[in-house]
């Protein structure tokens, strides 16, 4: 049987965490495909039905990132947007979603090392975890 | 220095000492009318009323165990700009509670209203309600109080209370400007009366009732039904946890839900003019439901059902006052209001808050401090 490969679906806000990801592409860095990058003006933005609607449609796990407190382009977006994961970490575990499979990161736009590590980290991390619930089964 | 006072009953009509009240609040200054529940003559329904003449109030019944809306969305359409006029609204606590976490979400305002909240005796569902008033609903009300403050049963027959009703620890309002007080009282005789706020003092001072003292049982027996309740809510948590544990579950718990929208319309604290769920993001096109199918092999349809409840949960659950009109709403019987409750506890707890109970603070996805939450940041 082929190893599990799960599927991560990313948010990544276009001034820190995507301009990193864009850093250790350039810098030629690999890091697992298993990451699906959304390219968001701001983590502020990451209304939590975008994480639900990942989470039933089988995502196996779900990153928000940005940029580091102080450094928000949008001034206070990613405070907001911990707030959300906040309520997000109290609503899922309850219908079985295991709170490992919902992350937010800060990674600053300079930070391309520091991406790749933390994208292969969590990829291990969700595979050992293995397969999220929802995936293959009638979700009503 | 707030102001305690009675209002004296005579010939056991309880009913008849609270319009005599309600006539004077009228006509005292400042107040232009008054939003309280009445029967109406078409079909025996109690439903809110806005009344600016004292001579039509005959049909009053705020102790009917009805609750065919939350009124806290009527007192949030009287009070989203100035009236022109100050008016006094009889609610439920848990209407005030949903009013308070409206007027934090910009959605009332307090200046024109005098909240007069009265002891809630609880209400049966709509439909057992509906089958009770068959027998005429002024006499189904004298039942129903009769029995429960006389310690008997919130029973009347086989009908009991609504199960949000039954886990409401909350008998007993909160930030009204003036408490009508039931629990612990003789009602044969009199009826406590409270001013809790400025305003409320003001107009219980215009009114010269008698002076009396808070009768020394009265908080035992509200303490002792607030515990009652708090062992059955706890009970009833323990439950759905349980039932809705994971997706496969959740699917069961709503597998009779028809996607009506009900429970978000009756929901008095879901107040978005345009809910996501009604707008063209979720009509579809007719392919992509092609794709769905193929890619698990079957879809229910329609579809989103549980995206709809859980992004509802996500989008609400810190104001849920568990006023029970969700599941009263739903045409197929799910028991919404379990399932809300229960998430909406840990929700609040996650942020120190409690709907309803102040309007000093903030609504929690509406704030951020600098520094909190540094648990749910990282990957280790």
Known sequence: MSEFEPTIVAFFCNWCTYTAADLAGTSRLSYPSNIKSIRV?????????????????????????????????????????????????EILPQFGFEPQRLRLTWIGASDGIQFAEIMRDLVAQIKALGPSQARLKMVI | MAITAKINVTEQDVLGALRGFFEDILKTEYISAILVPQ????KNLVMPTLVAEPNQLNGIDPLAPAFPMNAAGIVSRLTRKPMGAKFAAVLRPCEIRAFVELVKLKQGRTEDVVLIGMDCLGVFQNKNYFQLVGQGSSESTVAFYESVLRGKSSKIGDIDLAPACMACEYPVAENADILIGLYGMDIDRSLLVQSRTENGEQILKQMNLPATDEPR????????????????????????????????????????CVNCYNCRVACPVCYCKECVFVTDVF?????????????????KMPTDTLFYHITRLAHMSTACVGCGQCSNACPNDIPVMELFRTIAQGTQRAFDYEAGRSLEEDPPLSVFRENEFAEVVGIN
């Open chain 1, 41 to 89: 003006m701001c983590t502020g933005m990451v209304d939590p039905q975008y994480v639900i609607k990942a989470f039933l449609e089988g995502a196996d796990g779900v990153l928000i990132s940005g940029c580091h407190p102080g450094d928000c382009h949008y001034i206070n977006g990613n405070f907001k947007a911990r707030r959300r994961i906040k309520l997000l970490k």
């Open chain 2, 217 to 256: 049982g009265r908080q035992d027996v509200i303490n002792a039904l607030i515990k009652q309740r708090t062992t059955y809510r706890d009970d009833m948590f323990a439950r759905t946890r349980e039932a809705a544990e994971n997706l496969e579950k959740m699917s069961t718990y709503f597998a009779a």
């Open chain 2, 283 to 299: 009509n579809h096109d007719p392919s992509q439901y092609l794709r769905w199918a193929r890619r698990k092999g079957i879809v």
């Open chain 2, 39 to 42: 029967h109406l003559p078409m």
